[in-house]
């Protein structure tokens, strides 16, 4: 394939920067920008071994030392000749470093073609390449971890079996049809029923990782609900770290909705601070009160915070029917919702009040805390890690992480099934065949065996340039 080279380090000025190359004529551009301290040739540096020395304009003159450390193909990351260059981080030194690698011969390469490349030359299946995006993108441990398994192949590992049997079938089927004259075993139906039922349960095992995958992956979507003056942002800028939300003694301080990432109990939240839900006049806050509920709709995670120290203070009655009818109110989206019990530094009370909400409604937990002090914030943790647990580290890379894989495991699947069904009901062996031929294509995309170049695009343009 033709020279390409990018930074790997992006834009913004660092420490150390990386310049990477792969390609046809790799190590003879390579040999025009990078002078050996020792005097070696480009091409005589011994692989994955790093070598200092001067890097060089498209003129030859020294324009950094650093090191460069070359990867001949097949054994490199995209399969091909490589080699990378690790200098300061300055913005005009790379730019001026891949100038001379294009006066060389290389192109800028796309986002994600190192990748790509890997993909293309068998370095990678599909749901490796995938996981190397995952790997980039992830915003917490767990994530990183089954990002990481995966790059070395967890899914792969879980899907061969189920790929082998499908394969086994067809081409025992295939030979019993085309060479009726040789000596070979029919396939007996019962041998088909056992392999498409094991088939079954694996493809309906990893559907059921979906779940834990996209919320490893994208996390929580977290709605921050209540009353006006609840202490919703406060709860926001306690997960945060730091003053993300405006916070004061006036209710309806918080017109529109604040959003923040957060990792609270090991689990990424994505949290939505909205306006106070109460009936108001205003015209603005009215507007507030709308996006508030939707986001409750479009949650997956409900907090629901009340202010305990109001509660307890003489002549609130009304304040506790209006936290009532929003209890109920947030109960009936059936989403998973934590009833939180704010400010309790101002009353000095800590224990549970359960019963206050009615067992109908049904909360994750009622937690007490003051964003103020820090007190039951180790509750609410415990809570969302039990809601969301991060399942057993021996599945780390065997999860379902997007959309596309789900799509086409839950496509196998059903071609498994409509095999089965046409072996029960005694349909001809080539009812049978169509059925598992459309299972392993369904698989085929997943891996990458038979994905369509758009989608292979698709996927990689995703990736950051240089990647």
């Not at 004529?25 to 301290?37: I, L, T």
């Not at 295939?174 to 392999?195: G, K, L, R, T």
């Amino acid at each position: 394939m033709d020279l390409i080279a990018a930074t790997a380090t992006g834009n913004a000025p660092s420490a150390i920067g990386i310049v990477r190359v792969s390609g046809d004529g790799c190590f003879d551009a390579c040999a025009h920008v990078f002078r050996h301290a020792g005097g070696l040739a480009f091409g005589e540096l011994e692989p994955r071994r790093l070598y200092y020395g001067e890097m060089l304009d498209q003129e030859g003159r020294m324009l950094d030392q650093g090191l460069a450390v070359r990867f001949p193909g097949p054994g490199s990351y995209t399969g091909e000749d490589s080699a990378e260059f690790h200098c300061h981080g300055s913005p005009a030194v790379l730019r001026e470093l891949l100038t001379a690698l294009f006066s060389a011969g290389a192109r800028q390469a796309g986002p994600g073609e190192f990748t790509k490349r890997a993909f293309l030359n068998g370095r990678l299946d599909l749901t490796q390449a995938e996981a190397v995006a995952d790997l980039i993108d992830a915003e917490t441990a767990a994530a990183a971890r089954n990002a990481a398994a995966q790059l070395e192949g967890g899914l792969r590992r879980i899907l061969e079996p189920v790929q082998d049997a499908l394969l086994e079938i067809t081409s025992r089927f295939y030979a019993v049809v085309d060479y009726p004259d040789e000596d070979i075993a029919d396939v007996q139906p019962e041998e088909i029923s056992e392999s498409l039922r094991l088939a079954d349960e694996n493809l309906s095992r990893l559907l059921d990782t979906c779940r834990r995958g996209k919320v490893l992956k994208r996390g929580v979507r977290t709605a921050i609900v209540g009353l006006p003056n609840a202490g919703k942002s406060s709860l926001l800028n306690a997960l945060a770290g730091f003053d993300r939300a405006i916070v004061t003694d006036v209710p309806g301080t918080t017109r529109d909705t604040v959003e923040e990432s957060v990792v609270c109990g090991g689990v990424l939240l994505r949290l939505i601070d909205t306006a106070g839900i109460r009936n108001t006049e205003d015209a603005v806050e009215q507007q507030g009160v709308e996006r508030s509920r939707k986001a409750m709709e479009t949650a997956d995670l409900i907090l629901m915070v009340m202010d305990q120290s109001a509660l307890l203070q003489p002549g609130n009655a009304e304040l506790g029917t209006e936290n009532f009818f929003l209890l109920h109110e947030v109960a009936e989206t059936g989403k998973p919702w934590i009833l939180i019990h704010s400010k309790c530094d101002l009353t000095n009370i800590w224990a549970g009040s359960a019963g206050f909400i009615g067992k109908a409604n049904n909360p994750a937990a009622v937690i007490h805390l003051s964003s103020v002090t820090g007190q039951g914030f180790d509750r609410l943790e415990q809570a969302v890690a039990d809601l969301f647990p991060a399942g057993d580290p021996k599945e780390a890379g065997g999860l379902l992480t997007d959309q596309r894989q789900e799509e086409a495991v839950f496509r196998a699947r059903n071609g498994v099934r409509r095999a089965r069904e046409a072996l029960s009901d005694g349909l001809t062996p080539d009812a049978v065949l169509t059925d598992a031929e459309e299972a392993l294509e369904a698989l085929g995309e997943l891996t990458g065996r038979t994905a369509k170049e758009e989608m292979v695009s698709r996927i990689f343009s995703r990736f950051c340039v240089g990647k």
